[in-house]
């Protein structure tokens, strides 16, 4: 059986998450970013990949490379 959780009980449960990981030590400082070579590469899929409606098939997706 599915349970809906609300929005106070995700809050408390992420909360009391990073509490334990704090005091485990397992949590950084720091937050993790992705790599400038990550980011090009996602930059240089979006302005390649294109979605196109068609009437016949409905959607067609491509990459223009």
Known sequence: MSKT???DE???FTQNEQKILKELGLKSKQPEIPS???IDFILNFSKAYSVRNSKTIG???GLLN
């Open 10 to 12: 995700l809050s408390s």
């Open 59 to 61: 959607k067609i997706e």
């Open 5 to 7: 959780t609300s929005f």
């Open 36 to 38: 400038k070579k990550s």
